[in-house]
Each structure stands twice: as structure tokens, then as C-alpha cells.
């Protein structure tokens, strides 16, 4: 079993900042892609930002250039930084990580955390 504990988010002002954590413990062999998708209500779930445990990323047309995801492998934990924040940004986050749970597994499975709320407004 794994686990994805978030922590971060918020509210804040347009404009402002925020940084969101994830880590994930449990039956943990490796971890290929780490990151971020997020859901508004009445909306789908949207790719925010991904990382690989190589470092090469990917992010969502909307935040590029805004928002910068990064991971440190060691603990297994992948963080998001949120800069010059809009309202369209308020969404439920929710971490993401592709695991390996046995070096025999042949695929990884996904796994979601509890979700964050993270709320833009003045």
C-alpha cells in the first residue's frame, strides 16, 4: 500500500504565493513520475505539473511559467510552488505519483493523494 500525504495550500490573494508538499511512504520500490493535477468544481481533473525522477518536467499550458514542481527522490517527496496566483487558479490539488511497488511489477500503479484546497480571491 502507498500513501500520498499533502500539506500547503490555502488561501491567498491574486497575485500571491503558495507551495504545496507531497510525500509518499509505503510499499515503495520506485517512483517514476511525481507532480500535480488539480479540479475546479463542475470540472475535470487537469495536469498542473509533473516531474520524472530524472528531473524533466511538464506542465499545463495555464501555469507554465507561473508554477515550478520539484521532487527530491531521497524522501520521496515532490512540491509545488505556485507564484503570481489568479482566481482560475482555485481548484482542489491533488498530488500524484506513478510507483513501483516490486521490482518485478511490470507496471507502475497510480496513486492520488487526499487533496488540497487552494482558494485565489480578494
Known amino acids: 500500500q502507498v500513501q500520498l500525504v499533502e500539506s500547503g495550500g490555502g488561501w491567498v490573494q491574486p497575485g500571491g504565493s503558495l507551495r504545496l508538499s507531497c510525500a509518499a511512504s509505503?510499499?515503495?520500490?520506485?517512483?517514476?513520475?511525481m507532480g500535480w493535477y488539480r479540479q475546479a468544481p463542475g470540472k475535470q481533473r487537469d495536469l498542473v505539473a509533473l516531474?520524472?525522477?530524472?528531473?524533466?518536467?511538464n506542465y499545463g499550458d495555464s501555469v507554465q511559467g507561473r508554477f515550478i514542481v520539484s521532487r527530491d527522490n531521497a524522501k520521496n517527496m515532490v512540491s509545488l510552488t505556485m507564484d503570481s496566483l489568479k482566481p482560475e487558479d482555485t481548484a482542489v490539488y491533488y498530488c500524484?505519483?506513478?510507483?513501483?511497488?516490486?521490482?518485478?511489477?511490470?507496471?507502475?500503479?497510480?496513486?492520488w493523494g487526499q487533496g488540497s484546497q487552494v482558494t485565489v480571491s480578494s
Open positions: 509505503g510499499s515503495i520500490f520506485s517512483i517514476n513520475a
Open positions: 516531474i520524472t525522477s530524472g528531473g524533466d518536467t
Open positions: 500524484y505519483a506513478e510507483v513501483f511497488t516490486g521490482r518485478l511489477d511490470m507496471v507502475p500503479g497510480d496513486y
